[in-house]
């Protein structure tokens, strides 16, 4: 009887200390589940940065191409705008120079007459 009272005192004391270590889990087990949620919210808020980062990154793009675009346009307007002035300097430098050769003649013909 006596072997048996103290096997039940040791059962009993092994089986304490398993429902204390089964609370210590229990507790740890809820710390991560918490912990979980929380890390899973903080995912989901990063993932939506990373999604809303991502539309603006596009958007940007877009728009930078856009604008290359006018750059290259207004680029191309300015060249030809750039080689019609050449041309009207052309044209202008000659007819200073017949106007020159004009009154050159006209001088000429004024001392004969």
Do not use: P
Not at 63 to 70: P, V
Not at 87 to 93: G, I, P, T
């Amino acid at each position: 009887r006596v072997a048996i009272e103290a096997r039940l005192a040791n059962l009993e004391l092994e089986l304490s200390d398993a429902c204390q270590q089964l609370s210590k889990a229990k507790l740890t087990a809820n710390e991560r589940k918490d912990l979980n949620a929380s890390l899973s919210d903080q995912l989901a808020q990063v993932m939506k940065t990373c999604d809303t980062n991502a539309s603006a990154v596009a958007e940007s793009k877009i728009h930078i191409s856009r604008l290359k675009a006018q750059l290259e346009a207004a680029e191309g307007e300015a060249e030809h705008q750039k080689q019609t002035c050449r041309a009207m300097e052309l044209e202008l430098d000659a007819s200073r120079k017949q106007l020159n050769d004009l009154k050159q003649e006209r001088a000429k013909l004024q001392q004969v007459q």
